[in-house]
């Protein structure tokens, strides 16, 4: 018997990725979406948010981070008894909350993929999976869902403050870099002076700021990006104050311990070898 799946946010950008992805696997898709228009082939749309959970065997939440304690909070005790609610949102404390008072008849699944709408398939892509109620076998359904992803677990608090530096922090120093330099009136001349390290970056800020202005500000949101935020300020300001009364020996002593750390955990020389293999694939 086909399973069915409905996704809340079918509409938006990872709403479409997973509405491919179970139509690819052979599921029966049914879409909601109250702001988006659903696109595609092959998947039923629905007229309201209660009547699409109705008869699924799995729903998928793709909303906002803000909305989705709401959202479960609304459809959990109409889900059939044996339902499996999947939630993806990048800040997890409050929404492992709502997840654990939802009626025992619904069962939690609550990932995070480390991946945007541009992957073409699921196999090495990262998820990570954040227990609510049975660590077990909430991570036996995710990887029978997603076979061939990388999964970690880890709990709400310590995913979160991860979180904070590998997404909050890189979308944090991106949005203020693309907000410089959208204000450069001579950018074609920068271009053309630029070298490898300014073309990285700049096609890393590009790429980030086709993402939704909501999802960034959700991102950014997260409660814990502050300490490291703070941490980053602070050593920017230390760092230009120190260059500017000439306390070069201070410079020079950060960046070494900087390499020196790094190098406990990475090969800095093959990353180098990647950076440049990266610019040539693109260039080509």
């Known amino acids: 018997m086909t399973k069915k799946v409905t996704i809340i946010g079918a509409g938006g950008q990872m709403g479409q990725w997973f509405t491919k992805y179970f139509l690819a696997n052979g599921y029966e898709v049914t879409g909601y979406d109250s702001e988006n228009k659903i696109l595609g082939k092959n998947i039923i749309r629905a007229e309201s948010l209660v009547g699409s959970i109705l008869k699924a065997d799995y729903v998928v939440l793709c909303t906002p981070t803000r909305r989705t304690p709401e959202i479960i909070r609304l459809i959990a005790k109409e889900m059939k008894r044996g339902t499996y609610l999947?939630?993806?949102s990048s800040?997890?404390?409050?929404v492992v909350s709502s997840l654990s008072k939802m009626p025992a008849k619904i069962n939690p699944i609550c990932i995070h993929p480390m991946f945007g709408p541009g992957a073409k398939a699921i196999k090495g892509h990262n998820?990570?999976?954040?227990?609510?109620?049975?660590?077990?076998?909430?991570?036996?359904?995710?990887?029978?869902?997603?076979?061939?992803?990388?999964?970690?677990?880890?709990?709400?608090?310590e995913h979160d403050k991860k979180i904070a530096v590998i997404l909050g922090l890189t979308h944090l120093m991106n949005l203020v870099f693309a907000n410089i330099i959208s204000k450069d009136d001579k950018m074609s001349l920068t271009e053309k002076m630029s070298g490898t390290t300014f073309r990285v970056q700049k096609t890393l800020a590009e790429s980030i700021m086709t993402e939704s202005p909501e999802l960034i500000e959700t991102i950014i949101a997260?409660?814990?990006?502050?300490?490291?935020?703070e941490e980053l300020w602070k050593d920017v300001g230390r760092l230009l104050t120190a260059v500017q009364e000439s306390k070069t020996e201070e410079v020079i002593n950060y960046i070494k311990t900087c390499q020196e750390r790094l190098s406990e955990n990475t090969n800095l020389e093959e990353s180098y070898k990647k950076l440049t293999k990266m610019v040539n694939a693109v260039e080509k």
């Not at 800040?91 to 409050?94: Q, W």
């Not at 077990?136 to 990887?143: D, H, N, P, S």
């Not at 997260?222 to 935020?229: M, S, T």
Request: without cysteine; aromatic residues 4%; positive net charge.
């Open 127 to 157: 998820i990570i999976s954040i227990p609510v109620k049975d660590a077990k076998k909430e991570l036996t359904v995710a990887k029978s869902l997603f076979p061939g992803a990388n999964f970690v677990t880890i709990d709400a608090i």
């Open 91 to 94: 800040e997890k404390s409050k």
């Open 86 to 88: 999947i939630e993806i």
């Open 222 to 229: 997260n409660p814990e990006i502050r300490r490291v935020a």
